[in-house]
């Protein structure tokens, strides 16, 4: 990752800040931990997609709020945050404004977003300014997260309309 620089924006526009790759090959330790995160966060028959998503994100970088496509993940989204606590703020697709979520992404957390979370509401990293947990500041830094997703499901690519990867505005 060091010998990638820092993209100023994402192709949709979603991320700000960050270096991303996909891993496939890794160490027999780093193996066992990605056997555990999918073994705890995906059903036992779950397919898998080949790669790990790795995103390093800036101490200044962002997430914007986004629904991630169906077009290219299946039912479940999960993350092991490393490196810096921050916070995932989730905002209801239909009521931006009243159903907002708050959520303390502590440095070697897990998280993961399925039925309700991963379809109806979109998801974000807040910048430094913004992550602001229960009253207290969270210090924000460099964060890099591992993200494992299962196979799109069959005919998504229809549904496609539905659930976008594009920002959703904040009013």
């Known amino acids: 990752m060091k010998r990638l620089r820092y993209e100023k924006s994402h192709w949709d526009d979603a991320i700000h800040l960050y270096r991303e790759r996909e891993q496939r090959k890794w160490s027999a330790v780093n193996e066992e931990v990605i056997k555990r995160i999918r073994e ?5 028959d779950t397919q898998h997609l080949t790669y790990v998503h790795i995103l390093d994100l800036h101490k200044d970088g962002v997430i914007k709020p986004h629904i991630d496509s ?4 299946g039912d479940i989204i999960t993350g092991l945050s490393l490196l810096s606590d921050c916070v995932m703020r989730l905002r209801h697709k239909d009521d931006k404004e009243g159903k907002v979520v708050d959520l303390l992404l502590e440095r070697r957390s897990l998280y993961h977003l399925a039925h309700l979370g991963r379809y ?16 207290m500041r969270v210090q924000r830094d460099r964060r890099i997260s591992l993200i494992c ?10 549904r496609e309309g539905e659930v976008t990867m594009k920002p959703i505005p904040v009013e």
């Open 149 to 158: 997703r299962d196979l799109p499901k069959p005919g998504n690519e229809q």
């Open 120 to 135: 109806d509401f979109s998801h974000e990293i807040l910048n430094e300014s913004e992550s602001i947990f229960n009253g």
């Open 40 to 44: 705890h966060s995906f059903p036992f």
């Open 70 to 73: 169906i077009r290219y993940c």
